[in-house]
């Protein structure tokens, strides 16, 4: 669906976003702020968000971040607050609730810019009711469906000392497409969504792989690798992102991974390998050390049962490994060329920044290069590319 902002409400995008950094320059303060004006003015909102909110502030200004530098490409923003707009009913958002946040987000913008005009309260507002829109809409037509499914832990495999693959099973039918995302809470962390990808395309018996790192200060992953166990029960938001192959393409592809970023690669490898087109697969994998190569043994399974799969694995910070050495970006280019290849990155940003960029130089088509930023979470995987805590 295209949207665009009608001739009579076009708003000042530059003023807003010169408007926004002045907040956002402000690091803590403003989030703190916003939650303070919007939880004295609302109180009923409080219960959607979790008891401590250390690991929430940033959340909604790094989010509000990635909509306004969208906020002039509307046939590209829209999809994204679709998507948002759905994932939201498991907060319990209502239609309520947009006015209580559009409200005190233009308190916020107001406290921290001494240049505060009618113009740009205006322009916000006009912002705001389109994104708020777009996403109440998505929500109802969404209605019928489950705001969240429960899902059971059938495996926890511990890989490394911060490492765990989980096998997860849904209660009830979940569909989603390889490459995408999924939001999910723990008990042990009520109301702490973090997004992870399945490391599998979808089985006939439902069953989700996924792939978690603790990380320093990450109460959700930390828990997951290290507290959750078979027999826990999971919940499962609706699955998002735009990292998935086109269904009417066969072109072979160029599958490059960072860390944590193989999870969604091997989902599209075993998204070929049970649906097809027949295509060739190179898999490229990059960790900085071989200790930190978790996956070795699928990896290895997948590159035997699969004629048309070649799979990489490269170090950079490792020098007495028999692995190939080198930033992945470089291993990749040393293989080449790529110039006929659809391409999928996925891992931290300076890696995949860099690989796109060498890609990109490489002659690869931006229209065939597709990449997920594996970060701290902000909105979910569409906005930020963030996928792990």
Known sequence: MATHIPEEARVDISAMRANFAKAAATGDEAPLYFYSHLFLSHPETRQMFPV???HQRDRLFA??????ARVDDLDALVPILQQ???DHRKFGTLAAHYPAVGSSLLATLEHFDDQWSPELAKDWTEAYTLVSQVMIAAADEAAEEPAWWDADVVGHDRRTIDVAVLQVRPRARYDYRAGQSLSLETDLRP???RYYSPANAPRPDGLLELHVKARDGGPVSSALVRRVGAGDVLRLGPPMGHLALEADSDRDLLLVAGGMGL????????QVARHG??????LYVGFRTEDQFYDATD???LEQENPWLTVTVAVSDDKISSLEHGDIGDVVLRHGPWLSREVCVAGPAPMVDDTVSRLLQHGVPQRRLHSEVF?????????DGEVTE
């Open 63 to 68: 989010a509000l971040g990635d909509v306004v």
């Open 375 to 383: 970060a701290p979470s902000r909105m979910g995987p569409s906005v």
């Open 299 to 301: 990896l290895r399974r």
């Open 277 to 282: 087109p027949a295509r060739r697969v190179d």
């Open 84 to 86: 948002l707009g759905r």
């Open 52 to 54: 401590s909110m250390a």
């Open 263 to 270: 999870a969604p690669m091997k989902a599209l490898v075993d």
């Open 191 to 193: 109301r702490l969504w």
